[in-house]
């Protein structure tokens, strides 16, 4: 690893700058990720939310270099790892890094788990292939990750197959092998969303404990406001393709900045609100083959005036040293009750 051309150790473990990533399509080019610019530090979790469509996913795909190509393509900006961009990496180099430095659990861990091979097989594959451990040391190190993830018995369970285990369970597994090659950074793409709530609870307590042991950043993609509430330092809203609002977590929920924050507040029930009706946000993102001009929630935003149908969109505008908001009108809309 200390291989890598320009590796700056006191560089932040995963920033993001400016991506650009489009899919080319029957129907025309769909501007997914259109100019995401963010970064997590060591023992940082920073939340990326929004609605199914706006980007999230395909964001974390370019990161990890798992992108359908084609359709999707990366057609601009950088994606560093400690200051090197992977973007200018070798497929090889870039593989490393991806098994090493960043690793990806994904929202449905029976697909992404091999159905025909035990967990303790397909655990122990990584420590044989990446740390070269013998068949015996890969095992014994397979239980004592499933123990740490709090599998119980986990050393008779490291011979089931993934259908054996519950949803949660399996979720763990999925955790214990992203984990084996002590990542710096874990993305953690709806980690829960197939989970019950209870359940939902204890993966996120896990994954909260295990990022603190570690000192690891977790980047954590979900549409849900309730999971990132307890567990995130930092938000960044995405919309069309687009962040348009980034902030600490207590500043997201005490007074957004942008309208689209705002109505996603609105749509959740709240205990400090009790009372207060819930409002749906009207209408349907727009399509990002054909994104409207100016500001892409215009149409579905109650603040709208003339300027925002009208190019260019609105640029990231500084709230406060720690946040920003994509928005002409921010002040009016975080002064408003
Ligand atoms: Fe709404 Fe205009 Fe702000 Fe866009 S720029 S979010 S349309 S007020």
Redesign the pocket.
């Known amino acids: 690893m200390d291989a890598l051309p320009g590796l700056d150790p006191s560089a932040p473990p995963l920033a993001v700058e400016n991506l650009q990533v489009e899919f080319r399509t029957d129907i025309g080019v769909a501007k997914v990720v259109n100019g995401v610019t963010f970064s997590v530090s060591a023992g940082e979790t920073l939340a990326i939310l929004g609605e199914s469509g706006c980007g999230k996913s395909v964001t974390a795909q370019a990161i990890m270099g798992i992108l359908d190509t084609p359709p999707g393509f990366v057609t601009g900006g950088e994606i560093r790892y400690r200051g090197v961009d992977l973007l200018k990496l070798s497929e090889q180099q870039r593989r490393v890094v991806r098994a090493n430095k960043i690793a990806m659990i994904f929202q449905d861990a029976l697909s992404a788990l091999n159905p025909v091979f035990t967990v303790g097989f397909q655990l122990g594959e990584l420590f044989r292939k990446h740390r070269g451990m013998s068949r015996a040391d890969a095992r014994k190190r397979s239980i004592e990750l499933l123990d740490m993830v709090k599998i119980p018995a986990a050393k008779d369970r490291v011979s089931d197959f993934p259908h054996q285990f519950s949803g949660g369970m399996r979720q763990r597994v999925m955790i214990a092998m992203a984990l084996a090659l002590d990542p710096e950074v874990l993305i953690a793409d709806e980690p829960t969303t197939a989970l019950d709530v209870t359940v939902q609870a204890q993966v996120m307590q896990l994954l909260a404990e295990l990022q603190a042991e570690r000192n690891m950043g977790l980047i954590l993609i979900t549409h849900d406001m309730g999971v990132v509430a307890d567990v995130a330092d930092r938000i960044s809203v995405m919309y069309a393709g687009r962040v348009v609002e980034e902030a600490p977590v207590y500043d997201i929920y005490a007074n957004p900045a ?3 924050t705002k109505a996603l507040l609105e749509s959740i029930p709240r205990v400090d609100l009790k009372g207060q009706q819930l409002r749906a946000i009207g209408g349907l993102p727009p399509a990002l083959t054909n994104l409207p001009p100016g ?1 892409s ?2 149409p579905r ?1 109650r ?3 003339d300027v ?1 149908r009208q190019s260019p969109a ?1 640029q990231l505008h500084t709230v406060s040293p720690s946040r920003g908001a994509r ?3 921010w002040q009016e809309v975080i002064g408003d009750e």
Do not use: L, M, S
């Open positions: 942008h309208p689209y500001c929630f215009a935003c603040y709208a005036q925002c609105p928005c002409h009108f």
